[in-house]
């Protein structure tokens, strides 16, 4: 028997709005289609009509989790077209701020991945560990999500000793646990019988669909803007970029619970090699000019790109937001094919997506 | 260090670029568009080559050929994002389905343009003038 299955917009297996239509044999899902738009806020417009510094805020808003990632390109997006130079300190407590935003997504994700799966009990010890993280989160910018740390031209708030201890000996508390978590990831018969060889992205499918971030690490595609393109002096930190060739949900959760241990060494080491001097250039509210400009960064989920338009004027003539779940939900219906629609939901979810980021 | 790079092309290069490009697996960012100040769009192909960004340009023309077949899904929600919001054709792209437009904009305005007014208009069609404030 066939049948076409619906779900979403709104579906307890969901954290945000997608429509996927499943067409189904029995237990079997031959095709599949997506829609999308349902969190459309005209973003991009408002920008039109606001200043640098408002825009700041503004797409700072674009995305609950991955708000520092937006802020962060945009403002180098601004940087580029005036040809500011941004101070070494605050180029290094933006990538703090960065790698911290990238653990607790990472975390956030595997917790939701284990409650999908039915592990339960996982999915509450990793956002305990995960709570940490939020608490210096808060600690280094004093709000839990939408940190504004950026400005045009460095970071806002500068980090203290104290605060540098703090957040060394965080990140240091969080390794033993982290380890742990890894472990059972990797090792787990549960968590292994349920995703291994569930919603398979092959490699070939990755490249020819342009999968970006941990989703396509996880197909066997090595790409990674920190690498392939640095920016804010990554180029000054070691660390490794994790890639798993199987291409399946349970490569996915691997290769995030891997970055996990990368993002913390990034993390120690600016904190570690922290320059002096200033954070910034000053607090004034600056003209974009005329000229355009593409910047990247390795927002959590993979590649985010801004255009910001500038026309000599305080206002945005144009900017353009196009991130990393604009790339990897067109993959969502090749993974679903030869599925059961008992892991459509898990399959969806192994994105990572961002609906409210990709709709804007 | 990321750089960007501004390439003025024609619309019948377009599609010989993406073909060259995606031969040498160079990753296609995003396809942008926007109405530059004379009212001419400015559609632009974003190729990731190594750090640097090169920015193919396409100005003046509402009509460019697809480059779906090429690219896939990487060039097909963009394309279809421009085609709805700005109305601009591509020639050879699927248009019967929406992307980010609400099903019951096809039926009676075809080409799926919204036509937002400025709020002061929508209060004069409505009835609902507000008082000017003295």
């Not at chain 1, 969190?39 to 510094?53: D, L, P, Q, S, V």
């Not at chain 1, 703090?96 to 939701?112: D, P, Q, V």
């Not at chain 1, 740390?149 to 000793?161: K, L, Q």
Request: proline share 5%.
């Amino acid at each position: 028997m066939s049948y076409v299955v619906p779900i979403g917009p709104y579906h307890p297996a969901l954290e945000e709005p997608i429509h996927a239509t499943l067409y189904t044999e029995g237990e079997v899902i031959r095709d599949a289609e997506i829609f999308v738009g349902y969190n459309h806020r005209g973003i991009e417009k408002i920008a039109t009509e606001r200043n640098a510094i408002q825009t700041l805020v503004l797409v700072e808003r674009v995305c609950g989790i991955c708000s520092h990632s937006h802020a962060f390109t945009y403002a180098m997006c601004v940087e580029a077209i005036n040809k500011v130079e941004v101070p070494k300190r605050g180029q290094y407590i933006r990538v703090i701020t960065a790698e911290l935003e990238r653990l607790h997504s990472h975390l956030l994700w595997m917790g939701i991945a284990c409650h999908i799966i039915g592990h339960d009990s996982m999915f509450m010890h990793i956002w305990d560990e995960r709570e940490r993280i939020m608490d210096l989160l808060e600690k280094l910018s004093g709000n839990r999500v939408n940190y504004a740390m950026v400005t045009i031209g460095g970071s806002r708030r500068d980090i203290d000793d104290d605060l540098r201890r703090d957040i060394l000996k965080g990140c240091n508390d969080l390794k033993a646990p982290l380890m742990k978590m890894v472990d059972f990831v990797v090792n787990d018969k549960t968590i292994a019988m349920r995703t291994k060889n569930v919603g398979v992205l092959t490699r070939a499918d990755a490249i020819r669909l342009g999968a970006v971030g941990p989703h396509a690490r996880a197909s066997g595609v090595r790409t990674d803007v920190r690498v392939d393109a640095p920016y804010s002096s990554y180029d000054d930190f070691e660390f490794d970029i994790p890639v798993v060739e199987s291409g399946d949900v349970y490569a996915r959760v691997v290769v995030r619970a891997l970055e996990c241990v990368e993002s913390i060494k990034i993390i120690e080491q600016a904190l570690d090699t922290l320059p002096e001097g200033p954070i910034n250039n000053g607090n004034k509210l600056p003209k974009i000019q005329e000229g355009v400009a593409v910047c990247r960064h390795e927002a959590p989920r993979g590649q985010l790109s801004h255009m910001v338009v500038g026309s000599g004027k305080l206002e945005n003539y144009r900017v353009s937001v196009h991130v990393p779940s604009y790339k990897n939900t067109p993959t969502i219906p090749h993974m679903l094919r030869g599925n059961t629609v008992a892991d459509a939901g898990l399959i969806i979810a192994s994105i990572d997506p961002c609906f409210s980021c990709l709709d804007r | 260090m990321q750089e960007y790079k501004r390439i003025e092309i024609t619309k019948d290069q377009v599609v010989p670029i993406a073909e060259q490009m995606r031969k040498k697996e160079i990753y296609l960012v995003m396809i942008h568009g926007f109405l530059n100040k004379d009212g001419q769009p400015d559609i632009s192909y974003e190729y990731a080559v190594g750090p640097v960004i090169e920015s193919y340009h396409v100005v003046g023309e509402s009509t460019v050929p697809s480059i779906t077949e090429i690219y896939d899904t990487a060039a097909e929600w963009p394309e279809r994002e421009l085609n709805e919001l700005f109305g601009w054709t591509f020639e050879g792209l699927d248009t019967s389905k929406r992307l980010f437009l609400p099903y019951d904009l096809m039926e009676d305005q075809g080409k799926g343009q919204i036509m937002v007014k400025p709020l002061s208009e929508l209060r004069k069609l409505n009835g609902t003038e507000k008082e000017e404030s003295k």
